[in-house]
């Protein structure tokens, strides 16, 4: 199954539903960063609950979503956009906790902290909202920023089965949240309907499509919007690093040109590699500094 991500609304227009497949990216970012179980299930869920934020935005407006947590994945980082792209990186790839029962900790791997949103709407300044983190397993401590910072009375469901050989058999998940006029017995209606609910990631391993997935939230409830393709995708490229190494200043440039023949930048995002010859670094001086030369 192809990552997507459906929009709904449900129960008479009062709730509004995102459901996501997100196995195909989660695997992705396995491969690029070398994650290992706890690292994968709890950076997949981020990057899940991330690429579901940004498709509630428009046009070329993006998120950045930093989880600061105390524990030993050392933090992780995403940033997604309005078109389902999401990319990330994680402080530790190399964690695997698990609990008694075998099943991976992501709450201690996570550890307790804040989770920052900066939104970048494309307008004069970018805005970051707070939250502190409630349990490390991701989708609790987005339903509290919702509902705290946002004031969105909301539900999050993600989740990520890692295999025996370290492969994602299945990623996902949902956001569901509560509009002006929807009743408590709405609210309370679907809170039992969640709490019934097997594990998301299991669902998605049975096969179940986002389409599905909604329709166990909303019954015969609801109305389809619109579906969107979802990729684990980095835009960065060899120019745009020339453009930070312009930014570091000539002084800079010089300082290292003249400790290195070659000078090797590397994504965080995707792991690729740009090298500059002196030569190249050379020439960056040259542009920098004919800049700097008043016109007579």
């Known amino acids: 199954m192809k990552d997507y991500l459906v929009k709904a609304y449900a129960y008479n227009g009062t709730v509004r539903i995102y459901a996501a497949n997100t196995t195909q990216l989660v695997n992705e970012a396995r491969k690029i960063h070398d994650l290992w179980p706890t690292s994968a299930a709890a950076f997949g869920r981020l990057l899940t609950v991330s690429v579901i934020m940004g498709a509630m935005y428009k046009g070329n407006q993006e998120l950045t979503i930093r989880v600061e947590g105390d524990g030993p994945l050392d933090g992780m980082v995403a940033v997604t956009n309005a078109n389902g792209q999401?990319?990330?990186?994680?402080?530790?790839?190399?964690?695997?906790?698990?609990?008694?029962?075998?099943?991976?900790?992501?709450?201690?791997?996570?550890?307790?902290?804040?989770?920052?949103?900066?939104?970048?709407?494309?307008?004069?300044?970018?805005?970051?909202?707070?939250?502190?983190?409630?349990?490390?397993?991701?989708?609790?401590?987005?339903?509290?920023?919702?509902?705290?910072?946002?004031?969105?009375?909301?539900?999050?469901?993600?989740?990520?089965?890692?295999?025996?050989?370290?492969?994602?058999?299945?990623?996902?998940?949902?956001?569901?949240?509560?509009?002006?006029?929807?009743?408590?017995?709405?609210?309370?209606?679907?809170?039992?309907?969640?709490?019934?609910?097997?594990?998301?990631?299991?669902?998605?391993?049975?096969?179940?499509?986002?389409?599905?997935?909604?329709?166990?939230?909303?019954?015969?409830?609801?109305?389809?919007?619109?579906?969107?393709?979802?990729?684990?995708?980095?835009?960065?490229?060899?120019?745009?690093?020339?453009?930070?190494?312009?930014?570091?200043?000539?002084?800079?440039?010089?300082?290292?040109?003249s400790e290195e023949e070659t000078i090797k930048t590397s994504c965080h995002f995707c792991n690729s590699t740009y090298s500059f010859s002196k030569k190249e670094i050379t020439a960056l001086i040259e542009k920098i500094d004919s800049k700097r030369t008043p016109k007579l």
């Open 86 to 257: 999401v990319k990330g990186y994680v402080g530790n790839p190399h964690v695997f906790l698990q609990y008694n029962s075998g099943k991976l900790n992501v709450g201690q791997a996570v550890g307790n902290g804040f989770i920052h949103v900066t939104k970048d709407l494309k307008v004069r300044d970018m805005f970051t909202s707070s939250s502190k983190i409630q349990t490390g397993e991701i989708g609790d401590d987005f339903a509290y920023y919702f509902t705290v910072s946002e004031q969105i009375p909301s539900a999050v469901g993600v989740g990520v089965l890692v295999n025996p050989n370290n492969l994602i058999s299945a990623g996902g998940g949902f956001i569901l949240q509560a509009m002006p006029g929807c009743t408590e017995e709405v609210i309370s209606y679907i809170e039992d309907i969640i709490a019934n609910m097997r594990p998301i990631s299991d669902l998605i391993n049975d096969g179940y499509t986002p389409e599905k997935i909604i329709q166990l939230l909303a019954g015969e409830d609801y109305e389809m919007l619109e579906t969107q393709d979802l990729s684990y995708y980095c835009d960065c490229s060899k120019d745009k690093f020339q453009r930070g190494l312009i930014a570091l200043g000539a002084d800079e440039l010089r300082q290292l040109v």
